[in-house]
């Protein structure tokens, strides 16, 4: 089992840049990373997957503007989010999935990033 804690939530005007962190409680490298969102009223989303080979993908919505890294060492996975727009507000969520046992995936508690002027 993996805990994680996302952090570097905050508010932003458009434009602008965050970068998230989440923090896992144990070694990652044998985990498949992601970062998902939620706004208010909808269904959480799929933005960015990391793969224990470090390999990456992105939502359309996203791809371009964000970017998805992971520090084994730190046990630590990043988005860094440029050109923020205010739709890109939600909660976002770090998502992990072990490779050795891919009926298992732990969530973090989210953190909030709102754009606005």
């Known amino acids: 089992q993996v805990q994680l804690v996302e952090s570097g939530g905050g508010l932003v005007q458009p434009g602008g840049s965050l970068r998230l962190s989440c923090a896992a409680s144990?070694?990652?490298?044998?985990?498949?990373m992601a970062w998902y969102r939620q706004a208010p009223g909808k269904q959480r989303d799929l933005l960015a997957v990391?793969?224990?080979?470090?390999?990456?993908n992105y939502a359309d919505s996203v791809k371009g503007r964000f970017t998805i890294s992971r520090d084994n060492v730190k046990n630590t996975v990043y988005l860094q989010m440029n050109s923020l727009k205010p739709e890109d507000t939600a909660v976002y969520y770090c998502?992990?999935?072990?490779?050795?046992?891919?009926?298992?995936?732990?969530w973090g508690q989210g953190t909030q990033v709102t754009v606005s002027s």
């Open positions: 998502w992990a999935q072990p490779d050795y046992a891919t009926s298992l995936n732990y």
């Open positions: 144990r070694t990652i490298n044998r985990y498949t």
């Open positions: 990391v793969t224990t080979g470090g390999n990456t």
